[in-house]
């Protein structure tokens, strides 16, 4: 498929496989699983950074505004899709990065789609979401369309919205167990605000939160997501955000090699990790469908690495 002129921001050269591909896997003689293909949309923006940038990008060509800003790590799945975009619509772009001025393959390719970029300290960094750092920055830069760290908002969850209908249109009304990793929440809170109630969303924290309940739920209630057909799985984070070990390595590696299916040590790795494990302890009812979202941020890992050695294949 490629996309349509009403909605071109990526490169008419690349084929944009929507809806993606839906499929199952053996990783359990008792269940029926798939995994969502989001990480085959396409070369540069595939995963839940094409779910989530869709309609931001769309409002704010529809708007006309003179830029985007954002915000991220220097590793950022999100700036990486996000820069791609704006390159091939000649949208402004304009960057918030977190820490000291580093160069990875990331950064690298972010400069080469033309992003303006700023490295700002962290505790200046934690002030991504304040009001007034908000308007400050708007107040500064004129006519900015502002998105925020990880493209989480209200538009992102219409993306969201198409991802359930993908996946219910080809699985019917039986009851769904939808697997997702949970960073910045925009993926995990849109599946919740549109399954139907009769499923349930399953969270794979890839950070370490001090009450992941609370941190979850807040984020939920700013959304006004009141569905509760939901469960928090907390124990697979690996030590937090960026934190891996010879365990996970070793699985992601044992997986590609297995079902031809990369997957990353930030997110998917360790959401693929802790749904195995759940699977091997009897945790799912037998009979129900269990879909894993693969959403992609396998761009990472050549930054990961290089910095780290050639740990993952």
């Known amino acids: 498929m490629i996309l349509t002129c009403n909605f071109k921001y990526i490169d008419v050269n690349y084929k944009v496989q929507i809806p993606s591909p839906l499929e199952e896997i053996k990783l359990h003689p008792d269940y029926k699983i798939y995994v969502k293909r989001d990480d085959l949309i396409h070369p540069f923006v595939s995963g839940n950074k094409y779910r989530k940038l869709k309609f931001n990008i769309i409002e704010a060509q529809k708007s006309n505004y003179n830029e985007i800003i954002s915000f991220g790590g220097a590793f950022s799945n999100h700036l990486h899709a996000l820069s791609f975009i704006c390159h091939q619509n000649h949208i402004p772009l304009r960057l918030f990065i977190r820490g000291e001025k580093v160069e990875n393959p990331t ?49 992102a969850l219409l993306g969201m919205a198409e991802l359930v209908n993908e996946i219910q249109s080809s699985l019917g009304n039986e009851k769904i167990h939808y697997c997702a990793s949970f960073g910045s929440g925009g993926t995990s809170i849109g599946m919740l605000k549109y399954v139907t109630s009769h499923d349930k969303v399953h969270i ?77 302890k009897g945790y799912f009812p037998i009979g129900d469908q269990i879909v894993i979202v693969h959403t992609g ?12 050695g050639n740990l993952l294949k």
């Open 107 to 155: 950064i690298k390719f972010i400069k080469e789609m033309g992003a303006k970029l700023h490295f700002i300290d962290r505790n200046t960094y934690t002030k991504r979401n304040d009001l007034i750092f908000l308007n400050d920055l708007q107040n500064q830069f004129s006519g900015s369309f502002i998105i925020p760290e990880g493209g989480t908002n209200s538009f």
């Open 204 to 280: 794979f924290p890839a950070l370490k939160f001090p009450n992941i309940e609370s941190g979850f739920n807040e984020i939920r209630n700013s959304f006004n997501v009141e569905q509760s057909n939901f469960c928090l799985h907390g124990a697979y984070h690996f030590g937090g955000f960026a934190r891996y070990n010879d365990v996970l390595i070793t699985f992601i590696n044992k997986f590609k090699e297995l079902y031809h299916i990369q997957l990353d040590p930030l997110y998917t790795g360790k959401l693929f990790y802790g749904v195995i494990d759940l699977l091997n």
């Open 297 to 308: 941020g396998l761009q990472g890992i050549s930054g990961f690495n290089e910095r780290f």
